[in-house]
């Protein structure tokens, strides 16, 4: 058997050992209230009325100027939305808001040490943040129109208002993840062509005021290397007027935003009228092969659909308070604590830190001392509270209308504990499958509308029409039990518009496979393949099964098996590496990373030491190995392929299945003596 055709054959396995579990229903208080109870929904978006039904999403915003076209497909598949319609994000998750919410919390900042206070950022405020801020950006950053600038910030209120303050001037955005290298944010810096950076000195994580402002200094360094040249390095303090990192400022390329910042005392800027389909950001995923991908999403069909799923899949009212434990560095942070939040008028919580800090109490202690009443976090972040004090909800009282999960697939087991503990049995739950790519939800229930099913993300959410295809490119059907790679048939709203500055890459990965023409301007020719194993059920619920290709979910962020391996290959000794994904409690998955050395090295706990933290220094921490084991030569096809595939199963303890036909069956054998 080929890999494939063994990999086929263990997702339609797991499908099928996988029994369906029944049906959890909301309850009649949550559904009185919910924003969305017309079945008339799924209908509205049937493919019939596809592309006008997303007119329903684009509607909830402000325009300056009605679009003439929905959705203009000559350039296929890149597509465009709401074509011709001027549109401001900031304008719309701010101005447009302080007519009759100006003394409401927009961000409720909780800051980690337990002895800060909470700082609730009125709709006000922010507009007067983001004003100045913006100010300062195009008058002493020089930035303009069009222009990248990369972020490299914590969890604080600073960060969204950096965000809004570049929408403002339609100036592109490129946050990287905090806890991300200074090398990974050099890279970021590189293929975005960013001039100027925005940073912060220090924060806190796990009780440790880290030194940010180093990676700074990193990712310029590296990124002048590479051929791009930061000019401008905008700092904020974490604590204004107080340096908290040891790393100097260098002279004329750094700056102290709060030191800048009284010059644009009072200073107003009016929002740029931005055409819909100009880029808002850039984020960027990990993909097959090693380059981060720059997926970049349009300002207006991207805020029209982060802004239509947050009302009706996140049921946001503007009186709720909405908390979603995700990092803004990531998608999720960027549709659903800001864009789709900020754009409804409703109070958004910003967390600095981890949610067990300082015990398991404290997400808890958040909930109820804010009166959170919508939740949402990750399987991961279940686990380890779950772990650390099952008994823990019960002791505070706060009270979930609503919560979230996103990110990786969840066990049923895990669900029902979220559902009963930390929902206190009375909670809806939506399982929220979607990617950096699609800018906001794929499958999910529409809360009051569809029964939940553990483990199950539901069917597509309006407007989206997923299809499972096999490898010849047949539908398979919903109920026969057998996996396949999820795509979605049409274009929607939210979906990136390309890989920044990488076209070719972004039409060969996500469409070439199953696209029917190349030539055709029809949409119909083009499902997007999202790269997802998955099975639907009779009733039209899809179950994700994981990744087809090599990427690994750690805490449900997707890590590039071959970023992991080229860190590895910093270290000279090193000949050849493969990453593997190993099934962890807590984490859903973590990366176990097998080495085998040149010519004349050998092994030592110092070196697998220090290959471990030539990944941790290239990519994160996040990224850490679970265990770096040198071996003597890796498992290969006879072709030279590193069978990934063997080594996973070693580390999973499983059974390896037939390495006969291998080039090297011996060392299968060796290396499961030692890792196994
Ligand atoms: C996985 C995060 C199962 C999936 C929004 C996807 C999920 C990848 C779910 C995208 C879910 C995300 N159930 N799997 N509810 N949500 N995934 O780009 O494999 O960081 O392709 O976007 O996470 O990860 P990304």
Not at 325 to 336: K, L, R
Not at 509 to 525: E, G, I, L
């Amino acid at each position: 058997m080929s890999e494939k055709e063994i990999r086929g054959a263990s997702e339609a396995e797991i499908a099928v050992l996988w029994g369906e579990e029944p049906y959890v229903y909301p309850s009649t208080e949550f559904i009185a209230q919910a924003n969305m109870t017309d079945p008339g929904i799924y209908k509205r978006f049937s493919l019939e009325n596809f592309p006008n039904c997303f007119k329903e999403y684009a509607d909830l915003l402000d325009w300056y100027e009605y679009w003439h076209t929905t959705l203009d497909t000559s350039d296929a598949p890149c597509w465009k939305w709401f074509v011709g319609g001027k549109i401001n994000a900031s304008h719309n998750c701010v101005d447009r808001h302080l007519a009759r919410h100006r003394n409401k919390t927009a961000i409720h900042f909780v800051p980690e040490p337990i002895e800060e206070k909470t700082e609730h950022v009125t709709y006000q405020e922010l507009w007067v943040r983001v004003n100045e801020f913006a100010a300062l950006l195009r008058d002493f950053a020089k930035l303009k129109k069009g222009d990248r600038v990369t972020l490299h910030m914590p969890m604080v209120p600073e960060l969204p208002i950096a965000m809004l303050a570049c929408a403002r001037l339609g100036v592109i955005h490129s946050q990287v993840f905090g806890g991300f290298s200074g090398r990974a944010c050099a890279d970021r810096i590189v293929d975005s062509q960013s001039r100027v950076l925005i940073t912060m000195d220090a924060y806190w994580r796990n009780g440790t005021l880290g030194d940010h402002k180093k990676n700074a200094d990193i990712a310029c360094e590296l990124a002048a290397r590479d051929g791009q040249k930061v000019d401008t390095v905008l700092v904020w303090q974490r604590y204004p007027g107080k340096a908290s990192s040891p790393t100097p400022m260098v002279k004329g390329r750094d700056h102290y935003v709060n030191e800048l910042l009284p010059d644009f005392y009072g200073a107003r800027v009016e929002p740029e009228k931005m055409p819909a389909e100009d880029p808002l950001f850039l984020m960027y995923t990990s993909g097959t092969t090693g380059k981060p991908k720059g997926c970049q999403h349009s300002i207006g069909g991207y805020l029209a659909y982060v802004a239509g799923t947050s009302k009706i899949v996140l049921d946001i009212h503007p009186e709720d308070v909405y908390w979603c434990m995700a990092d803004i560095g990531w998608i999720t942070g960027h549709s659903y604590i800001v864009y789709g939040p900020l754009a409804l008028g409703a109070s958004t919580v910003v967390y600095e830190g981890v949610p067990t800090f300082p015990d398991a109490g404290r997400a808890w202690r958040i909930s109820q001392d804010l009166g959170v009443n919508i939740f949402h976090t990750a399987p991961t972040a279940i686990r380890a509270l779950r772990k650390l004090g099952p008994e823990e909800p019960a002791k505070y009282r706060y009270r979930y209308k609503l919560m979230v999960t996103v990110g990786e697939p969840i066990e049923p087991e895990v669900w029902r504990w979220y559902h009963a503990v930390v929902g206190k049995g009375e909670a809806a739950i939506v399982d929220t499958w979607w990617q950096t790519e699609t800018g906001g939800f794929l499958c999910s229930t529409l809360p009051a509308l569809k029964p939940m099913k553990p483990g199950s993300a539901g069917p597509g959410v309006p407007g989206i029409h997923p299809v499972i295809f096999d490898e010849e490119g047949n539908a398979i059907p919903g109920g026969t039990g057998r996996a396949g790679n999820i795509c979605i048939r049409n274009p929607w709203p939210g979906g990136f518009q390309t890989i920044w500055g990488d076209r070719e890459r972004y039409v060969r990965q996500y469409y070439a496979r199953y696209c029917r023409n190349p030539q055709s301007k029809d949409w119909r020719d083009w499902p997007y393949m999202t790269g997802d194993a998955a099975v639907e059920a009779a009733d039209g619920y899809f179950r994700i099964l994981g990744r087809v290709d090599d990427v690994i979910n750690v805490s449900g962020h997707r890590l590039g098996t071959k970023e992991i391996e080229s860190a590895a290959l910093t270290v000279p000794e090193v000949a050849e590496a493969a990453v593997v994904p190993v099934a962890h409690e807590i984490k859903g998955k973590e990366p176990d990373l097998y080495v085998s050395l040149k010519p004349g090295f050998s092994p030592s706990a110092e070196l697998e030491e220090r290959i471990g933290q030539a990944v941790v220094r290239e990519i994160g921490k996040i990224a850490k190995p679970r265990k770096v084991w040198i071996v003597r030569d890796m498992p290969k096809t006879r072709s030279g392929k590193i069978m990934r595939r063997v080594l996973a199963a070693i580390s999973n303890k499983k059974d390896v299945g037939d390495v006969t036909t291998l080039a090297n069956p011996e060392v299968v054998e060796e290396i499961a003596r030692m890792a196994g």
